[in-house]
């Protein structure tokens, strides 16, 4: 006798809740508490009563999604972008600046009085621009086969699809009008389907745009680019591999900063908010209280952004930095410049630097900007320099708090935080921290 079986329909219950948020993570979740433990809620803002999808269940925390705002917050407001919900590129439009600013801070004063065992407050915040402030960004390029449609845009948030976008208003005012007309020359270009991605930067000498394509363009295609370039006054490079480079018109590409002209490569790394790396190099150099016979160490260096601004003031200032071209950059800057008191090396810092040329050097006081892993190669090294003052810049408040407590266990203290509000409607956490020696 024949059996016959029916796979049995999987029966899932998706649990749905009301509570009322109590606090704003520096990633902008909301924050409140059910079952005896933390529930993080996406679009939630402190003060509101909210109806939540639970999806995500764990012993000591839970996550879940906004699904319906029963009571809003007087610090909810409506975002600008008509992508806002889909796009991955900001998580918090529809919270007001000034929640965002004081959520992050107390995010970053309750992390580092954790971590090093000390009251830890945020004093100051620095900020500029809502909208309109990023100079720099790169969006995906997709082509659809179906529709014979090109996507360009950033992508969803926990995904790798493409929001195809229309408008950026985080952008500079320059690079958002470069979207819809830049969309609609790519879309007509015989290599349409074997496109990379672009890059648009904002110089103070005009925008730029650089474009990856994965097979050699023809002639018709560069000319179409160049007619654009032109029309649209924006310098024009292509990069037909992910380490080269073709600039086909437009100058080199600089910024000013503290009456200083520092050049770049388009691929060169620089502080995408403008006015906020201004604000941020002129309070580094009033904490370190620079004076006119002052050896300044300047680690991760970049090009110079602050290495060469504090070369005006101080005796010397070395740089030292892991990328060889942004190193050999800031030697150029600094004799475009006329700095004679400057000098750059390149090293990676995650590495033993005893023995480098530069280390031995009688520097009073360092500077330090790491990438989000941080400076514990050189902690030990910069102890035993003894400076007077140390200000460290830092995009991960983890690997700050983790380095701080190096510097707090060899005899200096904690004595000012900024919060630098480089990044708005992101889940970006900037700051700058002085120490001093006891």
């Known amino acids: 006798m024949a059996q016959f079986y029916s796979a049995k329909r999987r029966v899932t219950t998706r649990q749905i809740i009301i509570v009322t948020v109590n606090d704003l993570d520096g990633f902008g979740q909301g924050v409140a508490r059910h079952n005896g433990k933390a529930l993080f809620i996406a679009g939630a803002l402190p003060g509101e009563q909210v109806e939540?999808?639970?999806t995500e269940d764990k012993r000591a925390w839970a996550r879940g999604k906004t699904r319906k705002i029963l009571k809003a917050s007087p610090d909810r407001v409506t975002p600008k972008c008509p992508h806002f919900t889909e796009c991955g590129g900001c998580q918090q439009q529809h919270v007001s600046p000034a929640l965002q600013q004081s959520s992050k801070a107390q995010a970053l004063s309750r992390l580092l009085s954790q971590q090093t065992g000390q009251p830890a407050e945020v004093d100051t915040i620095l900020s500029g621009?809502?909208?309109g402030y990023r100079r720099r960004a790169r969006l995906g390029l997709s082509y659809q086969p179906r529709s014979k449609t090109l996507q360009m845009g950033f992508r969803k948030a926990g995904s790798n699809d493409l929001v195809s976008l229309t408008q950026c208003p985080i952008l500079k005012p320059e690079l958002n009008a470069l979207i819809a007309p830049l969309h609609q020359v790519l879309s007509t270009l015989h290599a349409v389907s074997t496109l990379g991605h672009i890059e648009l930067v904002l110089a103070d000498n005009g925008p730029l745009l650089v474009l990856r394509h994965l097979e050699p363009l023809i002639a018709e295609d560069r000319e179409k680019l160049e007619q654009f370039s032109h029309k649209h006054k924006v310098a024009l490079y292509l990069a037909a591999e992910s380490d080269t480079l073709?600039?086909?018109?437009?100058?080199?590409?600089?910024?000013?900063?503290h009456d200083l002209t520092l050049t770049f490569s388009p691929?060169?790394?620089?502080?995408?908010?403008g006015a906020l790396n201004e604000q941020m190099v002129s309070q580094a150099l009033a904490w370190l209280d620079l004076q006119p016979e002052d050896r300044v160490l300047d680690l991760f260096c970049g090009m110079g952004n602050f290495t060469l601004p504090?070369?005006?003031v101080v005796k010397n200032v070395t740089g030292v930095e892991g990328v060889a071209a942004l190193a050999a950059k800031g030697g150029y800057n600094a004799a475009l410049n006329n700095l004679n008191n400057v000098s750059f090396f390149q090293h990676n810092l995650e590495e033993d630097v005893t023995r480098q040329p530069w280390a031995a050097e009688g520097f009073n006081k360092v500077l330090l900007d790491p990438a989000r892993a941080g400076a514990a190669g050189v902690m030990d090294h910069i102890i035993k320099l003894a400076p007077e003052r140390v200000v460290y810049v830092s995009c991960n408040p983890t690997t700050l708090a983790r380095d701080s407590q190096s510097l707090l266990t060899s005899g200096y203290q904690l004595e000012r935080i900024t919060l630098l509000d480089m990044f708005p409607h992101t889940g970006h956490v900037e700051s700058m921290v002085l120490f001093s020696r006891k």
Not at 246 to 257: D, L
Not at 267 to 273: A, E, G, L, T
């Open 52 to 54: 939540v999808d639970i």
């Open 129 to 131: 621009e809502a909208y």
């Open 246 to 257: 073709e600039q086909v018109n437009g100058e080199m590409p600089f910024y000013r900063i």
């Open 267 to 273: 691929r060169d790394f620089i502080q995408v908010n």
């Open 310 to 312: 504090v070369g005006k």
